[in-house]
Every structure is written in structure tokens, then in C-alpha cells.
């Protein structure tokens, strides 16, 4: 191909951009991924047309807007009859391309009414049609252009496919002719970028440092001595946090038909456990409370060495394509050594202050929590609505099944080691619950759009999904309770029934028998004459 042609190409691009300017509702510039200014690649050559486009890919395609894509085809000469033909001059009808989204979900395509091939104005913004699939002529050796709306945030591949055809009407009844060329093009959708999404990410990273104050606060170190003389539990919480729970994430995420970015966030948030709810819950429903406390301790320092760990070991598997994310070892780092030092910031002031620690919890950081979780429920979930707008059901089962396995887990190896029912309890409340505001934050500020948001999916939904599974097991624990209360005063009322037959026995001066249970009549001498009998029940 020439540097001539090259040259009138982007000139008559650059015409057609002029004459027709693409929508673009936010005042942010599309990034374009130009690696060759001069000699674009084709992203398709079947040895007689090649096809090329105008940007080469899209990746910052804000979310509810749209952009207008160029490309031409041309003929290279191989000798061909039709390319003779061609040279000589054809009919614009005679080719036409055919379009389509990788995802319906993600992109569509503008369709006007009348299939003029045009970029329309903004006055016609409200009377657009959209389409996963769109049929346009083209012109060959000429530059051409279609519309592309973005629906959701997320990755899509558009199919572009030249076929030749004799008349326009073939090509729209769907009689399909041999292809000769096809292309793609690389679509990534992002949303657009508001002070409150930065505000909010920063609100959950002082959140969640601010729960590792408040539990540094309330851990006591006498509490802390007297729990190392139960080391199995303490072991049996270790293995159940830092080595089933992020191989199950992993199994989780391999099974279920996820996108890599979701599945690596389910990653992330297995890796990361705490988050303090797990401490609130064993308080609710008055497990140990020195045991809770020991494990927030260990998984606080432990989880610096082996989230980073884990993430980089496991979370190659979850690229979303080959060498295009580096796993943000350092930037998880950094956050989860915030969390470290507020917790042993807390745990310093009540060792040495802890009047100062109790008046920091009760006037200040209690409050403070109530008010988050309320504007959490509240502009959390509006500021975040794309998680909500388009609910993907395996996402949402991905987020109930983690916490489940964590109870599951630790109460069948609670179980399975015959710990107290106490340590089974804390066990599998703490294994459960998992520190989703830092693990938001870090994803937020470590990782690039769309990835980001959609890796953030998995977290938002377990913060929802642990308070829901604590209610559900505080509502089996209520029926447990009524149960074993009914049966208990079954079995008092049945003990009380043979202390009263016992009673009169001995009253008659009758030997009592070891069993079975029978039927005896008493009958006295003074009844002998009243000709009154007594029936009793002894054992």
C-alpha cells in the first residue's frame, strides 16, 4: 500500500470527521489507540481485500454515548476478475458490510429510520432506533462509517464482515454472498468519571481503617493471654482464613461462568478477611469474645504476607487479556498496611489509655459507623447503580456462596477438631466475614477503567450478602433456641410426672421396680370397705 494512498485516506477522513462530527455526551476526548500514525495495520486480509478502521480500538467509550467509527475496503491486485471489474467501477449497491456486537448489553449500533448511513444530529438524539445488528452499503476503495452507542460499562469485540451482493434488496433480505473480508474492532465502555465516585471510594478506604481502630480499641491484651491456651482453635481459624477460603474463591471462580475482572475481585475479597461485622455478629450472638479478638489480631498481620501472596500466584489465571493488567501487588500493599497500623494505633491507646480508648469507641467511632452504614444503604447504592441497573444472576450467586463456605468451613472443621460450641461459632463467623471496604478501595484506585468497576462488582455484593446470611443464621438460631426450649421442658415435665408416682409409691409403702413401666392397683383396707381403688404408675 502506498504513502500516497495513506495520505489521501486520513485526508478524506479528516473531511468526513469535519462535515460530520460524532455525539459525544461528556467533555471528556474518546482515547484513541493509534500505534502507527502513518501505516495503520489491517485487522483483516483475506488475500484479496483488506480491511481497515479509523480509530484501531476503542477504550475509553463513555457509558450512554456514542461515537462514530470510519473504515474502507480495498482491493489489492492479485489477478482477480472482480478486482478488474472493480477497478473499472462498480455500483455503491453492489457491496454492503454487516455489523455486529459481540454483546447487545455492552454496544449497539445507531439505526436511523430511513438506513441512511449518517451521523445524526443532536436534535435527533431522542428519535434513534438501536441495534445489535446492522447492514449499511458501502462504498469500496471509499471511507465508510457507522455509529456505536454504549449501553453498559465492560469489554466488547464489533464484527465487521464486507460481502458482495447485485443489489441492495439481497442485502437486506439476509441472502449471503461469500465474504470478502472481515474485521474487529476492540470496544472498551467506561462510566463517566464523577467527583462523587472519587469521594466515595475515599470514604470506604477511612471506613475501613477506621473499623481497624475501633477493634484495635477494644481488644485487651489480657483477653489475648488467656486465649493463646486454646491454640487449636487459633490454628483451626488460621488454615480456615488464609488457605481453604482463597482456594475456594478460586474453585468458585473457575466453575462459574464469570467475566476475569469479576473473578478476580471474588479473588480479592477471599484473600482479605476481617472487615470487623464478624466481630459485631459473635457479640450478637455471645460466642467468645477473646477468641474473636485473637483472630482479628492474627489475620491483620498475617493477611500483609499472604493476600499479596495469593492474589499474585492465583490471579494470573483471571487476565483479562494476555499482558494486558498487571496484578497490583504494591497497591494492595499499601492499603492493607493502613489498615495494619490504625489497628495497632487503637491497640496502643488501650493498653496504656484505655479510658481514652473507651471514649474514642463510644463517642466517636460508634456514631460514626452508624452514619456510614446509613449513607452506604442510601448514596452507596445510587452512586454505584450500574452494579444494580444490569444484575448478572452467576455474580450474585458467586457472592453468596463465598461467606456460606466460610461457615461452612469453619464449623465443620470446628466440628471435626470437637471444639466447644462457643469456638465453633466464632470460628465460623470470623472465617465468614471479609473485609470488602478495603478491598474496594484498593481494586478502585489500583486498577484501570472498566476494570476497576468491574471488578468492584463481587465486593459491593458481599457487603450485602454477610449481613443477609447473619440474619438467616440468627433466625435458624431463634428456631434452634424455641426447639430445644420445648424439648427440654418436654423432658422436665416427663422427669417431674415420675418424681410424683415415685412419691405416692413410697407414700403406699410399695417397692419401686427398676422397669419396665407398669400398672399397679392399690387398694387399702380402709378402701376394701369403701370399695375405692387407686391406679399408679411406677418405674
Known amino acids: ?3 500516497r494512498f495513506w495520505n489521501s485516506y486520513f485526508l478524506v477522513t479528516l473531511i468526513m470527521s469535519l462535515i460530520f462530527p460524532e455525539i459525544n455526551c461528556s467533555a471528556v476526548p474518546i482515547s484513541v489507540n493509534m500505534s502507527s500514525a502513518t501505516t495503520p495495520p489491517p485487522l483483516s486480509f483475506n488475500g484479496t481485500f483488506q480491511l ?9 467509550l463513555i457509558r450512554d454515548c456514542n461515537t462514530t467509527v470510519y473504515f474502507n475496503g480495498t482491493f489489492e491486485e492479485v489477478g482477480d476478475k472482480n478486482v478488474g471489474e472493480i477497478k ?3 455500483k455503491s449497491t453492489d457491496f454492503y458490510a454487516r455489523i455486529v456486537s459481540g454483546n447487545a448489553e455492552i454496544v449497539q449500533f445507531v439505526k436511523p429510520v430511513d438506513m441512511v448511513v449518517k451521523t445524526p444530529s443532536r436534535e435527533d438524539i431522542s428519535n434513534l432506533r438501536f441495534t445489535s445488528e446492522l447492514k449499511i452499503p458501502i462504498h469500496i476503495n471509499g471511507v465508510n462509517n457507522f455509529t456505536i452507542q454504549a449501553m ?7 464484527f465487521v464482515t464486507i460481502f458482495g451482493t447485485g443489489s441492495l434488496v439481497m442485502a437486506r433480505s439476509s441472502q449471503m454472498n461469500q465474504p470478502l473480508g472481515q474485521g474487529e474492532l476492540k470496544v472498551a465502555v467506561v462510566s463517566r468519571q464523577k467527583p462523587a465516585d472519587f469521594v466515595f471510594d475515599c470514604s470506604a478506604a477511612a471506613v475501613a481503617i477506621l473499623i481497624s481502630f475501633g477493634i484495635g480499641c477494644v481488644t485487651d491484651t489480657e483477653n489475648l493471654k488467656r486465649q493463646l491456651k486454646y491454640p487449636v482453635s487459633l490454628v483451626l481459624g488460621f488454615c480456615c482464613q488464609f488457605l481453604l477460603m482463597p482456594v475456594l474463591a478460586f474453585g468458585l471462580a473457575m466453575i462459574l461462568p464469570l467475566q476475569k475482572n469479576v473473578q478476580f475481585g471474588l479473588l480479592c475479597v477471599a484473600c482479605v478477611p476481617g472487615g470487623g461485622l464478624g466481630h459485631v455478629a459473635v457479640i450478637i450472638s455471645k460466642a467468645d469474645l477473646p477468641l474473636s479478638l485473637t483472630m482479628n489480631l492474627i489475620s ?3 493477611m500483609l504476607g499472604t493476600a499479596p501472596l495469593w492474589i499474585f500466584v492465583l490471579g494470573q489465571y483471571f487476565q483479562q487479556t494476555e499482558g494486558s493488567k498487571i496484578i497490583p501487588i504494591y497497591n494492595f500493599e499499601i492499603w492493607l498496611a493502613s ?3 490504625s489497628y495497632t494505633a487503637g491497640l496502643v491507646i488501650n493498653r496504656f489509655k484505655p479510658n481514652v480508648a473507651e471514649g474514642l469507641l463510644n463517642w466517636f467511632i460508634k456514631p460514626f459507623l ?9 448514596v452507596g447504592v445510587y452512586i454505584n447503580m450500574y452494579v444494580f441497573e444490569k444484575v448478572d444472576k452467576m455474580t450474585v450467586l458467586a457472592a453468596m456462596l463465598l461467606p456460606l463456605c466460610g461457615v461452612l468451613v469453619g464449623t465443620v472443621l470446628s466440628i471435626i477438631f470437637r471444639q466447644k460450641s462457643n469456638f465453633c461459632k466464632t470460628i465460623a463467623l470470623e472465617t465468614s466475614s471479609l473485609n470488602c471496604l478495603i478491598v474496594l478501595a484498593a481494586l478502585r484506585f489500583s486498577l484501570n477503567q472498566p476494570d476497576a468497576d468491574l471488578a468492584s462488582v463481587i465486593p459491593i455484593w458481599v457487603m450485602f450478602t454477610i449481613p443477609a446470611l447473619y440474619v438467616i443464621l440468627a433466625i435458624l438460631g431463634k428456631f434452634k433456641g424455641k426447639i430445644d426450649m420445648y424439648l427440654e421442658s418436654r423432658k422436665k415435665n416427663q422427669t417431674r410426672h415420675y418424681s410424683i408416682a415415685s412419691g405416692i409409691v413410697n407414700q403406699a409403702n410399695m417397692a ?13 383396707d380402709d378402701d376394701q370397705q369403701s370399695g375405692i381403688s387407686e391406679k399408679v404408675t411406677v418405674l
Do not use: K, Q, R
Open 52 to 60: 481497515n478502521f479509523y480509530p484501531e480500538s476503542i477504550n475509553e
Open 152 to 158: 453498559h460499562i465492560g469489554y466488547v469485540t464489533v
Open 88 to 90: 473499472n467501477g462498480s
Open 370 to 378: 452508624l452514619l456510614a452504614t446509613i449513607l452506604y444503604i442510601t
Open 512 to 524: 419401686a421396680l427398676s422397669a419396665p413401666l407398669f400398672v399397679t392397683e392399690t387398694i387399702t
Open 339 to 341: 489498615t495494619f497500623f
Open 300 to 302: 491483620t498481620v498475617t
Open 1 to 3: 500500500m502506498s504513502t
